[in-house]
């Protein structure tokens, strides 16, 4: 159980990074007016263990930080990744 602990706080720290990338990215497309990433691919990657990268995203970056359901999805999956890790931290010591 301490490798699934350890290997969850991987996956969560790679994908905080690919989410804030995939974000930025699309807020660059944005201001040059180019081809954006779909909201549904910046949402499920926030759900998927990115909601920290989304997060920072909306109030750093100020990307997609007036849009409802961005704002939900990335508290309440932070919230729900926050348990995740603590279950797996009890089980693991």
């Known amino acids: ?3 699934l602990f350890y290997a ?3 996956i969560y720290a790679v994908m ?3 989410t804030l990338v995939l974000y930025r990215n699309d807020k660059q497309k944005a201001i040059k007016g180019k081809y954006r990433t779909k909201e549904k691919t910046l949402l499920l990657s926030s759900f998927l263990f990115g909601s920290l990268g ?3 995203s909306l109030y750093y970056l100020r990307h997609k930080n007036k849009h409802f359901w961005f704002i939900v999805v990335n508290w309440v999956s932070l919230i729900l990744h926050i348990a995740i890790i603590i ?3 009890t089980q693991a010591f």
């Open 87 to 89: 279950f797996l931290y």
């Open 16 to 18: 905080t990074f690919v």
């Open 8 to 10: 969850s706080l991987i």
């Open 54 to 56: 989304g997060l920072i």
């Open 1 to 3: 159980m301490e490798k």
